[in-house]
């Protein structure tokens, strides 16, 4: 227990023991908030412990070896970012759909041709498919490199996300 951990349990002690009748209602707050806060410390306590129970402890190693594996995360991820960096390219140069027509933002007439003021109209609108759960956790690593991505509940979490977008898209 720390000393300013345990300074604020005899704080909580004395003013207990002062009774809530002899206390103004707001001084009962400050108690009540503080002994929620004290619960809410050995709760975290107690979980980080557990975590820290399962921590995977190895030997030191060497600074070579850190620079290797620093290299080899590297030229991972820089190959991640030229992949995802062809699909992205790729995806813009297929051949964009051509306005039928243009209505005029103002007196919002329909023109075969744009004069500026106008808004394009498209016969339809393009089809898009939904990701592959590659195509996500790639977008995912390369735009949060140093998040916990391979916490199980984590991972889950932005698979639902991902879907969730696509679907406000109209992306089935």
């Known amino acids: 227990m720390t000393d300013l951990r345990a ?36 709760k975290n306590l107690a979980g980080f412990k557990e975590r820290k129970a399962n921590w995977d402890i190895r030997a030191p190693r060497s600074p070579r070896d850190l620079q290797c594996k620093l290299a080899e995360e590297t030229q991972e991820r820089d190959r991640q970012r030229r992949e995802y960096e062809e699909q992205r390219l790729a995806a813009l140069a297929e051949p964009a759909q051509e306005p039928v027509a243009w209505k005029d933002k103002t007196y919002e007439s329909l023109y075969h041709q744009d004069f500026g003021n106008s808004i394009p109209l498209y016969t339809a609108s393009p089809q898009r498919k939904p990701l592959t759960e590659e195509e996500i956790w790639r977008t995912y690593k390369n735009l949060w490199m140093f998040h916990p991505a391979e916490e199980p509940r984590l991972a889950g979490d932005v698979l639902k996300f991902a879907r969730a977008i696509e679907r406000a898209h109209g992306i089935t």
């Open 7 to 42: 300074a604020a349990q005899q704080a909580l002690e004395y003013m207990k023991s002062v009774g809530k009748m002899d206390m103004y209602p707001e001084d009962w707050a400050i108690v009540e908030r503080l002994e929620a806060a004290l619960a809410e410390h050995d």
